[in-house]
């Protein structure tokens, strides 16, 4: 009995400490100044403003951001754009290039159902997401739930991507390994 007691007051003792601990580490993230109001973060398709816009007129340009320990996998088919669409998926060290938006409230909950988060093939959820001058964003964006595949990429999609990626200035060698992929598509088929 001696031994519980003591291994409950050691365990309660590291609680504490672990929860005052945690209290002074300030996980952070910039969130917007209004509850109408919600970051996104685009890394595929949504890179492109003038996609983005036909689904979110609000939408405002924040800042470049990337997302650490993420890839762009393609693990979506798409029958409309015949060809594979974007999600992110774990990896150590890996990192997804971005621009965060501000875009209303209202208009992210049309977009899910643009998005397919009803049906349960796309999820929104919030990360977080680092600007160019060390400031970290609370941003929302879309994966995939179930990732199939990989798939081959499609060209139109790939397209949105690489406009979007030159007209926000993503950095060239993303930029570049888009234009590739793009090219080994086209000569695949």
């Known amino acids: 009995m001696k031994n519980v007691i003591k291994t409950i007051s050691i365990l309660l003792m590291t609680l504490c400490f672990s929860f005052s601990q945690a209290q002074e580490f300030d996980t952070g993230g910039k969130n917007p100044d209004s509850d109408d109001i919600v970051y ?44 594979g669409i974007s999600s992110i998926i774990p990896k150590p060290g890996g990192l997804v290039e971005g621009v965060i938006y501000e875009i209303k409230k209202s208009e992210i909950e049309a977009l899910d159902i643009l998005e397919d988060v009803p049906l349960g093939i796309y999820s929104r959820e919030t990360f977080k997401v680092i600007a160019p001058g060390g400031t970290w964003y609370n941003a929302e964006l879309y994966r995939v739930m179930n990732p199939k595949g990989p798939f081959t990429p499609s060209i139109k999609y790939l397209g949105y991507m690489i406009k979007g990626a030159k007209m926000h200035g993503i950095n060239k060698p993303w930029i570049d390994h888009l234009e590739k992929l793009r090219v080994s598509v086209i000569n695949r088929k």
Not at 46 to 57: C, I, S
Not at 61 to 74: S, Y
């Open 40 to 83: 996104h973060f685009g890394y595929g398709s949504n890179l492109d403003e003038d996609y983005m816009r036909q689904w979110t007129p609000s939408l405002k340009f924040v800042t470049k951001a990337q997302l650490p320990n993420f890839e762009i996998q393609f693990r979506k088919y798409s029958t409309d754009l015949e060809g």
